[in-house]
């Protein structure tokens, strides 16, 4: 491959990565919200006297708990696509010639302490909080 070639491909996987992250942070606070909101329903529904006689709290309460599984489960598959994409870009970053590779993390001082990638770290608070948040309701609301 010429280096054109490859800087065109390199593009390519540069919008690739950017059209999975958002796609990771949009649907990733879309269900940490809804989440919310059906762990937050009962509270909501005493605050605005609205009530809710066919669902009992408990059950609110565990819908929320399945819902935030699923949150965690497709937000690491997100994360997942995105490390995948990254780990990609940067492969064909190193099959360029030297004077086009960009500056690593990895050479910088320090550098190695932030490799690891944040989307992990934010989806697995938000999920402890989901969780936190509801066993707290649970324990409280009795």
């Not at 006689?53 to 599984?69: A, K, N, W």
């Not at 492969?91 to 010639?97: N, P, Q, W």
């Amino acid at each position: 491959m010429e280096t054109q070639d490859k800087i065109a491909l390199l593009n390519v996987y540069l919008n690739e990565f950017i059209f999975r992250d958002k796609i990771l942070w949009s649907n990733t606070f879309k269900i940490f919200y809804v989440s919310v909101i059906v762990i937050l329903l009962p509270n909501i529904s005493n605050v605005l006297d609205v009530n809710f006689p066919f669902f009992p709290v408990l059950l609110l309460r565990i819908i929320s708990f399945i819902i935030s599984i699923v949150f965690l489960y497709i937000s690491l598959g997100y994360a997942k696509r995105v490390e995948a994409s990254t780990k990609t870009y940067n492969s064909m970053i190193e099959k360029l010639a030297p004077e086009y590779r960009r500056e690593s993390i990895e050479d910088l001082k320090f550098g190695k302490i932030f490799i690891f990638r944040i989307s992990y770290v934010l989806v697995f608070t938000m999920f402890l909080s989901l969780i936190s948040l509801n066993v707290l309701l649970i324990v409280f609301d009795r």
